[in-house]
DNA sequence: AAAAATTATGTGACTTGTCACGTAAAAGTT
DNA sequence: AACTTTTACGTGACAAGTCACATAATTTTT
């Protein structure tokens, strides 16, 4: 069993190699590296969650808004917006009523303590992006975007779709 | 609070757009949508979760090997890789015995019915890289894991480093 | 040779996310 | 108007991930 035709440190090099151009696997460890940059800085900052903070962000920016709004500005579930809500209140961070247009609906709105933990946040969530624009030209982005547009169509197509090809020999 | 410079379904739409060119939201719902698309794979070929199935198919691509090897060809934790190993131990598929070359390590190694549990599997997994591979060119490719590498050495860089032209007004 | 530092892995606690479901409200259809 | 379908949100269960820590083994330093 320890008969083989690579010796280990090379089979695991070729297998490194191999993964380093797997898009679906580059993207999520990309994806999962951003998510702890963000979290360290707003540790920094604070001591707010990426939700809460998205949350606090989207209010500032755009508020009142809904549970459904927030998550589709943010393009996550709202499942995980609901469950911050309730803690941003009792940190005193937002507001939430009922809409009148539509009572199934929870307005959130920010509070005065919750805009000085944004503004006091803002800080360090803005110098971040700032770096990123230093990092990629204006073409770059949108280079990249146009690419991970294509790549979201591609794995949010019908499942069928995307095999559809292997019935065509 | 409804009396506001713009009505709410414009506002939301401009905020929308606005994140629609934030990198780091657009990486992250990519990620996590190509997730849900390999996991909905993987359950209609079986029923192993991803890292059970990136486990099979880096054993047989390139075993024995250790957890942190393997820790490294995924770009993941060992910590997720050691909590699923037990239980692939358990269904049958691997097997693990202590290397004789370093005491401390785990070598981890297909059996015959987690090499066909990879085999059946990796038809609608290879289909899925096949069907991805139609999507963007080898340029396009190449241009995607190019930005993905700058990205990542971005949030992967030091905090300081980061902010430190905010030091520069 | 002994001590100190580093490394491999396993484990627990926690975060961020998805999905399923329930309830109530709204919208659509008959 | 009554019925049916869809939608908003809250909640529970689970998956994938990170981090901290502990233990044992290995490597490096003294």
Redesign the pocket.
């Known amino acids: 069993m320890t008969n083989h035709t690579k010796p280990r440190p090379d089979r695991v090099k070729a297998r490194q190699l191999e993964q380093n151009r797997n898009l679906f696997g580059r993207l999520?460890?990309a994806s999962?590296?951003s998510?702890?940059q963000a979290?360290?800085m707003l540790k920094s900052a604070g001591d707010l969650?990426?939700?809460?903070w998205r949350v606090l962000w989207d209010l500032a920016e755009a508020g009142p808004l809904?549970?459904?709004?927030m998550?589709a500005i943010q393009r996550?579930?709202?499942?995980?917006?609901?469950?911050a809500?309730?803690v941003m209140v009792r940190k005193g961070y937002v507001t939430?009523t009922i809409?009148q247009a539509?009572?199934?609906?929870?307005?959130i709105e920010l509070t005065d303590h919750g805009r000085e933990v944004f503004t006091r946040t803002s800080v360090v969530m803005s110098a971040r992006r700032a770096a990123l624009s230093r990092t990629f030209s204006e073409e770059e982005v949108n280079t990249f975007i146009g690419l991970i547009d294509r790549f979201e169509a591609f794995v949010e197509a019908p499942l069928t779709e995307n095999l559809k090809t292997e019935a065509t020999p």
Request: net charge positive.
């Open positions: 999520s460890a999962l590296a998510r702890v979290q360290r969650s990426i939700t809460e809904t549970v459904t709004e998550a996550t579930d709202h499942a995980l917006i609901s469950r809500i309730p939430t809409s539509d009572r199934r609906a929870s307005l």
